[in-house]
């Protein structure tokens, strides 16, 4: 087999990237119980387990130039530097489309740091936009107005007024389970305790939306 030398390789030219806030122990510790205990609900396509699928809230998922990613590591450590860790609060459990997870209050303190991320990231997209995107707009994919504005301006559509911050536990195969599981955890009324967000990382993006392992962790300041 011919090998080519290093300068005639291809060389992707966008790199999908996803931005994280990091959970801290006991709020993962919790998250992992709490996936084994609903999956037994269910087949899933993953749980979390913080081997092969992490805990992780999403701040921002998007699609850069692979130029930037340098440039992209160094607005985060930028901005770990001067960030205060960040107050979670439980809310209630979600599902949406077999998703199931933990929902947590968009505090003022949250939605500002996630808004300060997206706006200092974006502009490395460089108008980039996924093909994943392009293809289910054009194929009339469920998207409302304002997603699709943010997936012109953002790249993604869960960002700004789309944004919750929130915490995946599995996916069910079955989006019915998915319904009344939920209802039966928030009967129960169980309660989680607030945690702190004390890290962001960059990190690797695996089937069904899971994170599969860390590129670069940053701790927040203080």
Not at 28 to 33: E, F, K, L, M
Not at 58 to 80: C, D, I, M, Q, R
Not at 129 to 146: A, D, F, G, H, P
Request: proline share 3%.
């Amino acid at each position: 087999m011919e090998i080519l030398p290093l300068k005639y390789m291809k060389i992707d030219k966008f790199t999908t990237l996803r931005v994280i806030f990091v959970p801290d122990e006991n709020l993962s510790t919790n998250a992992i119980r709490l996936a084994k205990e609903v999956s037994k609900r269910g087949k899933t396509y993953f749980i979390i387990d913080d081997k092969s699928h992490f805990t992780h809230l999403t701040v921002y998922h998007a699609e850069y130039p692979s130029k930037n990613k340098k440039a992209l590591v160094g607005l985060l450590e930028n901005f770990a530097m001067k960030q205060e860790p960040l107050k979670l609060t439980f809310n209630k459990f979600c599902e949406q489309w077999a998703w199931f997870g933990l929902d947590f209050n968009k505090t003022k303190e949250i939605y500002e740091a996630h808004k300060k991320l997206v706006n200092v990231l974006n502009p490395l997209r460089e108008g980039h936009i996924r093909e994943k995107y392009l293809e289910e707009i054009k194929n009339s994919i469920k998207y409302s107005k304002v997603q699709k504005k943010y997936i012109s301006q953002y790249g993604y559509t869960q960002v700004m007024s789309e944004y919750h911050p929130h915490l995946t536990l599995n996916r069910f195969v079955n989006e019915e389970i998915a319904e009344k599981v939920c209802k039966d955890f928030n009967n129960r009324k169980v309660s989680i305790k607030d945690s702190l967000i004390k890290e962001i990382a960059l990190v690797k993006s695996g089937e069904y939306g899971t994170v599969t392992g860390y590129i670069k962790r940053f701790k927040l300041k203080g």
